[in-house]
């Protein structure tokens, strides 16, 4: 995977731009002091570069991750919630030390696309926000204005490749629409609208909560829900990253990087954080592929905090809303909609259900939802594949020759293959080509030959194969070859 210091550098401080309205957002969704999202957005990023297992992924504090601990801030405080990144984060931990980020491997491609789809429709309809102003939307000439710089922006990025492509088209539309506003004084709304981002460098402290059971009482459903979410965005991210890339990334060392960083981030006083998928498509985009663009876009918004904050204030929000845009146009799957009539019904149902569950509800919900519907299906496909071949042997014995898969769903029609009554006294079952999965084959073994020993017949079972021999002896059932 190539990669230069200068592409990594350039596209760190375009991805830094990005992070900044959004974490702010995200931290006014969660009821925070803005601060609380940057310096989330500094560790994370910061540190999830340096020690993750994919570079060129960027992480923050995501939407996703404020979402799920809105109610915990308004009953409890900030305290409580700077405790809840901490565990949240030792769990992160836990699940990579113990190997359990190859879990992703189980998500099929159709909710991976379903997945990508519903972020790209949520990053768009998030933007529509800084089109409203005191609660109401904009109108006339505000409108107007807001409309033509976010159409510049987009026009930037979009054509800026044709003519060089030495120096990221985000960059370039972020910082030459936001010159054109201030020299033009253009009356359009700026980052310093939403809020005042100037502050001091993060201090280390544990979160003054008595830590008691009960604190773990309130924190640790929230703790596990925010790591769940957190850990799964991430990994789908990274998913997404290694297509992209055309790389691999090793999944059990970004979850306990992630983990290590939400501790940070849960100490020094930061909202808990995982992949943001948006921002990792404008590092992606602008050729960001090593860890230092990660580095430099943490270090970028700490520096932003520190010393930048009246420059930063004054850019438009309509350059981040059209750079926001395009992000939003480039990951949804357009190729996903080709697909629908040439790929089975079952999966055109998990892409549309997961990305509809993802704009309406959350995440990990969606992904949970898609890879059940998914399950079922592949169950039931397996139970139909299900089928015997008969043949009447010279000596006037039966052979049934099975073929397919013997499960739970397919139990039920595995023993109505068989007719106990009308076959000859003696009967082989030919296991060559049938594989046994679970507890519910090795019971429709059994009721199979208590239904021949109930006739009077005999039922003799050949060619197990040693897997499922080890099936039936841990269940204390003899075969018979």
Not at 79 to 84: D, H, I, R, W
Not at 317 to 324: N, T
Request: aromatic letters at 6%.
């Amino acid at each position: 995977m190539k990669t230069t210091p200068r592409a990594d550098v350039l596209a760190g401080l375009t991805t830094a731009f990005a992070l900044v309205p959004e974490c702010i957002a995200f931290a006014l969704v969660a009821q925070l002091n803005p601060l609380m999202g940057l310096y989330g957005a500094f560790i994370i990023c910061t540190l999830t570069a340096l020690l993750g297992g994919r570079p060129g992924m960027i992480s923050g504090a995501a939407g996703s991750m404020a979402v799920v601990i809105v109610a915990l801030v308004v009953q409890h405080g900030v305290q409580y919630l700077l405790a809840t990144v901490l565990l949240g984060g030792l769990l992160m931990i836990a699940f990579g030390a113990l190997r359990l980020g190859k879990l992703v491997r189980m998500v099929p491609h159709p909710v991976m696309l379903g997945f990508v789809n519903g972020l790209a429709i949520v990053i768009a309809l998030a933007q529509l926000a800084h089109f409203k102003e005191g609660g109401h939307w904009l109108h006339g000439t505000s409108l107007w204005l807001m409309l033509g710089l976010v159409a510049l922006t987009m026009a930037t990025v979009h054509l800026l490749p044709r003519l060089t492509r030495s120096v990221p088209p985000a960059l370039v539309a972020i910082l030459g629409v936001g010159l054109l506003t201030n020299l033009l004084g253009l009356p359009t709304r700026t980052l310093g609208d939403m809020a005042h981002i100037a502050g001091g460098l993060p201090s280390l402290a544990l979160p003054e909560v008595p830590w008691t059971l009960q604190t773990l009482r309130i924190i640790a459903p929230y703790a596990v829900l925010m790591a769940l979410v957190g850990l799964l965005e991430t990994l789908l991210t990274l998913n997404l990253t290694d297509e992209i890339t055309q790389s691999r990334g090793r999944t059990n060392r970004e979850c306990m990087a992630l983990g290590v960083a939400n501790v940070a981030s849960g100490l020094a006083g930061g909202m808990g954080g995982c992949a943001m998928i948006g921002q990792t498509m404008i590092n992606l985009e602008s050729g960001g592929r090593g860890r230092l663009s990660g580095v430099v876009a943490g270090v970028m918004i700490l520096l932003f905090v520190l010393f930048l904050s009246p420059l930063i204030e004054h850019i438009p929000l309509a350059a981040l809303v059209g750079v926001m845009f395009v992000v939003a146009q480039q990951t949804f799957s357009w190729g996903s909609l080709r697909v629908f009539n040439k790929v089975p019904r079952s999966d055109v149902l998990v892409i549309v259900a997961v990305t509809v569950i993802t704009v309406f509800t959350d995440l990990a919900t969606a992904v949970l939802l898609g890879v059940v519907i998914a399950a079922l299906n592949f169950a039931w496909q397996h139970a139909r594949d299900l089928y015997a071949d008969q043949h009447v042997q010279p000596d006037g014995s039966k052979l049934y020759l099975v073929h397919g898969t013997l499960f739970f769903a397919s139990a039920k029609p595995f023993l109505g293959l068989f007719d106990a009554a009308g076959d000859p006294l003696q009967v082989t079952l030919d296991c060559r080509h049938l594989s046994f999965v679970d507890y519910s084959a090795i019971e429709a073994l059994t009721t199979l030959r208590d239904r021949y020993a109930k006739a009077g017949k005999h039922l003799r079972v050949v060619h197990l194969s040693e897997r499922c021999k080890q099936l039936l002896r841990r269940a204390g059932h003899h075969h018979t070859a």
